[in-house]
């Protein structure tokens, strides 16, 4: 790591504090959002209205929760369902609020058999004080009878204590519903294959059925307004003097802005490029987009988040499953993308000392691996050229764009660590 890119200096740090300062809703905290740099070049392909596109965006989980965002294997909505299907709802002795109503539910059961019991010996006692109570009484043959007329008051014994019992049970079953029917409203949604799933279509062909998923606002509606000139983003100035506003968080709450690698050499190049770049006291870099913003991730109702966080401790009916399993630094739960930021005709012009650009010399002359942040430079995306300041010495690169596909900055996602 080189020395100078302290928590204050880092360009992946001020990079994305000055993204916060016009992006609205792009900030974490590293404890329940939290957002990544795109860790290779990615076009936000679903510009071109396919839903596998967005889907391979919604419902891939993130590799790793420090560093980048490069997306896995791993499909959201499975681990999701697997999930749903393995909580287990929290029972006595667990659950405080269950013992309590419980034993008092116990309590009142003991009061009813105990009025049941007086009642039935009070009975016997009654007939055997009136030997002749068939003749006396011909229309008490039973306990019950007798309850119902010569036993009023014990009847009334019974009955109070059976209203306990009811209203105890009444308060577990009350109890029980508010605890399992938002857990078995999740699962039904999530199975209601009518309603919330849909089928699509790989490039490769073949069709796939998967839970409604959508990115929102319309890519395409905008890269059409982009093309035509329409600008909402202004260019973002970075020299060794600029500290940060909004610091980039990771899990946990920490600072990410420790990570090397702002700028990157091609695969020819010197391994020193960035941190000779960083060292370089009349380095100044301009970034500058015709357009940034942020795009919502949208589940349809197959989804529920809340779930996660109110059933995160478990316990689950697998008993190989844990919250790790699905929490942990390894979980397939742990970051949930929310949204994802999209630049377009990203622009940058750099400003580095003689000494430092011909040190380099590999590096810009065969610049189709040079990479500026989350941006890929090359022959195919960008005219380079250079303009050179005898008295300052310094040589001041700009990459122009030549491509007009929409690319991915970095994600947004829900953290959910156990």
């Not at 000055?18 to 974490?28: A, D, M, R």
């Not at 189709?368 to 380079?384: D, L, N, W």
Request: hydrophobic share 35%; with cysteine; proline share 4%.
């Amino acid at each position: 790591m080189a020395n100078n890119q302290d928590i204050d200096k880092g360009g992946w740090a001020i990079f994305y504090s000055e993204l916060c300062k016009q992006i609205k809703g792009l900030e974490s905290d590293g404890v329940k959002k939290s957002f990544q740099f795109a860790g290779m070049p990615m076009e936000a392909a679903w510009w071109q209205d396919t839903e596998f596109n967005a889907y391979q965006i919604i419902d891939r989980e993130p590799q790793a929760l420090d560093g980048y965002y490069t997306p896995s294997s791993k499909n959201i909505h499975l681990d999701y369902g697997t999930f749903l299907n393995n909580v287990r709802l929290n029972v006595a002795p667990q659950n405080p609020d269950y013992v309590k109503t419980d034993e008092a539910l116990k309590a009142a059961n003991q009061e009813l058999s105990s009025a049941k019991i007086d009642a039935n010996n009070r009975y016997q006692a009654w007939k055997k004080n009136n030997p002749t109570h068939s003749e006396d009484y011909p229309d008490i043959k039973t306990a019950k009878d007798w309850l119902s007329s010569e036993g009023s008051a014990e009847n009334e014994k019974i009955k109070a204590a059976q209203k306990k019992v009811d209203a105890y049970q009444q308060e577990i079953a009350h109890w029980q519903d508010a605890q399992s029917k938002p857990l078995q409203d999740a699962i039904k949604n999530y199975n209601d294959h009518s309603k919330n799933w849909w089928t699509i279509t790989a490039p490769s062909g073949g069709n796939r059925e998967v839970p409604i998923m959508s990115i929102t606002p319309n890519l395409n509606t905008d890269l059409q307004s982009w093309k035509t000139g329409l600008r909402n983003f202004n260019e973002i100035k970075i020299t060794r003097g600029t500290s940060v506003y909004q610091h980039w968080k990771v899990c946990g709450g920490a600072d990410a802005s420790y990570f090397d690698g702002f700028f990157g050499g091609n695969v020819g190049g010197s391994i020193t490029f960035d941190s000779d770049v960083w060292a370089d006291n009349q380095m100044e870099l301009t970034i500058d987009l015709q357009d940034v913003k942020l795009y919502t991730l949208d589940r349809a109702d197959w989804w529920i988040g809340g779930m996660l966080s109110e059933y995160k401790n478990g316990p689950f009916y697998d008993s190989r499953f844990t919250p790790a399993t699905f929490f942990g630094e390894d979980g397939t739960l742990k970051l949930i993308p929310s949204a994802v930021l999209v630049g377009f005709r990203p622009k940058c012009e750099l400003t580095i000392s003689d000494f430092v650009y011909s040190r380099h010399s590999t590096d810009w002359e065969g610049h189709a691996g040079i990479r500026i942040g989350p941006f890929q430079i090359s022959s195919k995306t960008h005219k380079v050229t250079v303009i050179e300041n005898s008295e300052k010495h310094t040589k001041t690169i700009t990459f122009a764009p030549t491509d007009d596909r929409p690319l991915i900055i970095g994600v947004l996602s829900d953290l959910n660590l156990a």
